[in-house]
């Protein structure tokens, strides 16, 4: 499927992204990123934090694609959405991204401990690399959006 077949679907609106939209979504996750290294917090939380990191990357990704997603399913539409922007070669990356939604929303509603510091670490790391990646895709695709 496309983003204009999920529009069409309705589980996407369209949306008109501004360069100061997309320089906020970058400073949150510049600070999500810093703070999920940090190791005073409990690995629960620092994975929260890397995992919020990772899904407004990929909200830098639909946005500036023109599209917003409905709220029913809003984490997984943006999650999965990821192959869809950058290719599928990021079937592999969305599956992982959408596997710590789900661990996320254990910690975050249903019990402590459920994520390691080696998930955390992990995901850290991931975001890491996504962040540029997200980056070099905005220059090539979008540079209009590009923060200065």
């Not at 069409?8 to 320089?23: C, D, F, M, T, V």
């Not at 996750?29 to 990191?53: C, T």
């Not at 023109?66 to 969305?94: C, F, S, V």
Request: aromatic share 8%; with cysteine.
């Amino acid at each position: 499927m496309s983003l204009e077949e999920w529009k069409n679907n309705g589980w996407l609106k369209e949306h008109r992204a501004s360069p100061q939209e997309i320089a906020n979504l970058f400073a949150i996750v510049r600070r999500d990123l810093s703070d999920a290294k940090a190791q005073q917090v409990s690995a629960d939380w620092r994975f929260g934090i890397a995992y919020n990191a990772a899904l407004k990357l990929c909200t830098i990704l639909l946005v500036s694609a023109g599209y917003r997603p409905d709220k029913n399913l809003a984490h997984y539409r943006t999650l999965q959405a990821l192959p869809l922007i950058l290719g599928a070669a990021k079937k592999a990356d969305a599956a992982y991204l959408d596997a710590c939604r789900v661990k996320r929303n254990t910690v975050e509603y249903d019990m402590a401990g459920a994520a390691t510091a080696a998930d955390a670490d992990e995901l850290i790391h991931f975001s890491d690399g996504l962040l540029k990646e997200v980056e070099e895709w905005l220059v090539t695709h979008h540079p209009e959006l590009k923060p200065d």
